[in-house]
């Protein structure tokens, strides 16, 4: 078990400890806590606290993943002094028998094959509703514990399709601003 003093958002931290939902939202505004807390409980709670686990981090374009969540993550890894082997080219982390992943899905094929324990959409609101059913897919591989995917993302519009399908499925098509 990891001994690691950290500042984290306690709020954000207890809810991803808790939820046993397959699909959890965080959001809020900018400078909020949600990437660092989300990025701490899946080093500390997933990476380094099971084992045989498979991790899929995600953002629409590559670029943009590689200086938030990918550099997050890093920087963390680094701060705490934690061990791990990394593999730059594939973007993989590897800990024991665990793996954390980081792939784009500017093109969805690129994980067609994929099957992992959890998934971190790092700004939801950037993916299709289809981009998330695929992902959605991806969550099977066999495990002793609940797979889950977890949706980072600021406010947003109210006829967004995270809103319409996942937060307020409620919501009807009639009920839309013209």
Avoid: C
Avoid at 66 to 73: F, G, H, P, S
Avoid at 101 to 126: C, H, M, R
Avoid at 135 to 155: A, C, E, G, H
């Amino acid at each position: 078990m990891l001994d690691v003093h950290t500042k984290t958002n306690k709020g954000i931290f207890l809810f991803l400890e808790r939820t046993k939902k397959l699909i959890n939202a965080i959001y809020g505004g900018a400078g909020s806590g949600k990437s660092w807390t989300i990025a701490q409980f899946l080093i500390f709670k997933k990476l380094y606290g099971e084992e045989d686990k498979r991790i899929l981090v995600t953002r629409k374009t590559l670029p943009s993943l590689r200086i938030t969540a990918y550099k997050l993550v890093l920087d963390l890894l680094g701060k705490y002094r934690l061990p791990y082997q990394l593999n730059k080219s594939e973007m993989t982390i590897s800990v024991g028998s665990n793996q954390m992943l980081f792939k784009s899905l500017d093109d969805p094929e690129k994980i067609q094959s994929y099957e992992g324990n959890y998934i971190w959409v790092e700004e939801a609101t950037e993916i299709t509703h289809k981009d998330f059913m695929q992902l959605k897919i991806r969550l099977r591989r066999d495990t002793d514990t609940l797979n889950q995917m977890f949706l980072s993302f600021n406010p947003i519009d109210q006829f967004h399709w995270l809103n319409l399908k996942l937060l307020n499925p409620e919501v009807t098509e009639d009920e839309k601003e013209p």
